[in-house]
C-alpha cells in the first residue's frame, strides 16, 4: 500500500480553505441564531 503524503504547501491551502469554510459556517449560524432571536423579540 503506498500512501502519499502531500506536500506542506498543499497541506496548508487544505488547511486554510477548512479554516476559512469553519469561519463561514459559525458566521452565518450566528446570523441565524441573531434572526431568530429578533424576531421572537419583536416590539409591537
Given at each position: 500500500m503506498n500512501l502519499e503524503i502531500?506536500?506542506?504547501?498543499e497541506f496548508?491551502?487544505?488547511d486554510v480553505i477548512m479554516?476559512?469554510?469553519i469561519k463561514k459556517n459559525?458566521?452565518?449560524r450566528?446570523?441565524?441564531e441573531?434572526?431568530?432571536l429578533l424576531?421572537?423579540?419583536s416590539l409591537p
Amino acid at each position: 500500500m503506498n500512501l502519499e503524503i502531500p506536500n506542506s504547501q498543499e497541506f496548508n491551502q487544505n488547511d486554510v480553505i477548512m479554516t476559512n469554510n469553519i469561519k463561514k459556517n459559525t458566521i452565518i449560524r450566528d446570523l441565524i441564531e441573531l434572526e431568530r432571536l429578533l424576531k421572537s423579540s419583536s416590539l409591537p
